[in-house]
């Protein structure tokens, strides 16, 4: 029996209800057709839920708008794993207060940071215009939450509900050829720094049939570069009966038809396998790019972070990988100055930085989260020694990324035409997931191309168009 809570189909139904019920009373509020700003903070999972959202309020006759003073409904989805990122969400909410009183539109706040109790509190009590706030659980019952705030004229708040999936909901997709593609929800690591097990769940895993007709959907509507997404990919589908993992779903949705690529994240090297470096290696799909964040080189760090991997292994795993796929283009997470860490420990984070040579890197300071075990530890360091760690980091990245673009000027490589900036320029990525610019036509995107490198900057190539694909 899978353990996984799927929302039954008769509510999700009972929403679109709620929804057709929520319309007519935005019509008759707005007297138009109403307008929505959707803001979305923190990472791909969010943006994902809010492309989520952005379809139930499509489907309740909203269009969107890019200014928070034509919208008649503001939302912001809200991320917490960093103190910066929710003190944001504070500045801009307050923000809107001048906003709200003159236009009277209907203010929403939900995902990771309002999933806290603390901070649904601090909403509640000092942010009154907020009509309507839940949690990460909940997102489904969207349409319900705008029906009972306009029916009631109350406010909303609701932070229960159950780790569950919502299969079935509409999608507004903010890409028309990149998708973001949920396999599965909630975290079960809970590495000692981390809110996220904290704010989302339980790992629960949707099914490999609603996954390959999401895929289906999505190749049909032309994306051409999907990303699937979880906390933490490589655990997927344990716990549930159907017996495919993340290696096998690779390999199912690298068979479907269609010329598209598939990128993933994020991959946690506890639960990273040889069978998934396998499956890496023979789906020609799949881009030669593994984001597998390591946090710390020192094992004492590794172990108080409770990650379940230490140097050595992570070491190993790298060298599996580029047995492989000699090309793989690897880029990290990692969080200077966690509680305790002193410079000697530091300096084995700048050493495997400087052995696995990285194509990126994503920095970060600690920051403590409360309620989470590191936000108890004894934290000795300053803010200023830990961002003079930081800044040493950088700079070793920066020589490392440099030599490496540098290697790949001359090449040939395929890339997806994704952006058109309006110069003459279009912007792709390629398969390492290195950010590439060259001259092009809006008529290129959503077209693959081969490109060869002609010149390496600090963060980004320059190339110029050997061939289009049809
Ligand atoms: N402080 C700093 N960085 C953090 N991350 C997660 N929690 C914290 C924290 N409390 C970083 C980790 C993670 C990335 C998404 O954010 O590096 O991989
Ligand atoms: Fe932020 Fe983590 Fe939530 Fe993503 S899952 S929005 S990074 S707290």
Redesign the pocket.
């Known amino acids: 029996m899978s353990k996984t809570i799927t929302i039954s189909a008769e509510e999700i139904s009972r929403q679109r209800e709620y929804g057709e019920k929520a319309a007519t009373l935005l019509y008759n509020k707005f007297s138009r057709k109403p307008r929505a700003f959707v803001h979305t903070y923190g ?1 791909q999972q969010n943006v994902s839920d809010s492309e989520r959202m952005k379809g139930m309020l499509m489907e309740m006759g909203f269009d969107f708008t890019e200014e928070t003073e034509e919208a008649d409904l503001i939302l912001f989805n809200t991320c917490a ?2 103190e910066h990122a929710e003190n944001r969400v504070f500045g801009n909410v307050g923000a809107l207060k001048k906003h709200k009183y003159k236009h009277g539109c209907i203010i929403i706040l939900c995902g990771c940071m309002t999933q806290q109790q603390s901070v649904a509190e601090k909403i509640k009590e000092s942010y009154p215009f907020v009509d309507i706030l839940f949690g990460t659980r909940v997102i489904y019952r969207l349409p319900e939450f705008i029906y009972r705030h306009l029916s009631t004229e109350k406010r909303v708040f609701e932070l229960g509900g159950e780790d569950s999936i919502a299969e079935g909901l509409p999608v507004r997709r903010d890409g028309e050829f990149k998708g973001w593609l949920p396999i599965m929800y909630g975290c079960n690591n809970f590495c000692t ?3 996220v097990p904290h704010v989302r769940g339980r790992e629960r895993s949707r099914s490999p049939e609603d996954i390959i007709a999401e895929a289906k959907d999505m190749i049909a509507a032309g994306i051409k570069d999907i990303t699937l997404l979880g906390q933490n990919v490589n655990s997927y589908g344990k716990g549930e009966d159907h017996g495919v993992n993340f290696a096998k779903l690779l390999r199912m949705i690298n068979d479907l038809d269609g010329d598209f690529q598939i990128r993933f994240m994020t991959s946690h090297p506890r639960d990273c396998t040889l069978e998934l470096l396998d499956a890496m290696r023979d789906c020609k799909k799949v881009c030669r790019h593994l984001h597998l ?1 390591f ?1 710390s080189g020192n094992n004492r760090v590794l172990a108080a972070m409770n990650r379940h991997y230490d140097r050595e292994k992570y070491l190993s795993l790298i060298k599996a990988a580029r047995e492989r796929i000699p090309d793989i283009s690897l880029t990290s ?3 200077v100055g966690f509680p305790g860490e002193t410079y000697e420990e530091f300096c084995d984070t700048l050493s495997l930085v400087k052995e696995v040579r990285f194509t990126s890197l ?1 920095t ?4 403590a ?1 409360k309620g989470t075990p590191a936000a108890e530890m004894p934290d000795p360091y300053t803010h200023e020694e830990k961002a003079k760690w930081m800044g040493e980091l950088l700079k070793v990245q920066e020589d490392i990324a440099a030599e490496r673009n540098a290697a790949l000027v001359g090449k040939h490589l395929r890339v997806l035409c994704e952006e058109y900036h309006g110069d003459g320029k279009i912007f792709g990525r390629t398969s390492g997931n290195v950010g590439i610019s060259f001259d092009g036509a809006p008529e290129m995107l959503g077209r693959f191309a081969t490109v060869e490198v002609t010149k390496a900057l600090n963060w980004i190539l320059e190339g110029k168009i050997i061939t289009l694909e049809e």
Not at 364 to 367: G, P, V
């Open positions: 990472c794993v960093r720094y981390c809110i964040p946090q997470d990692i969080i994503f970060f300071i600690y920051s989260r």
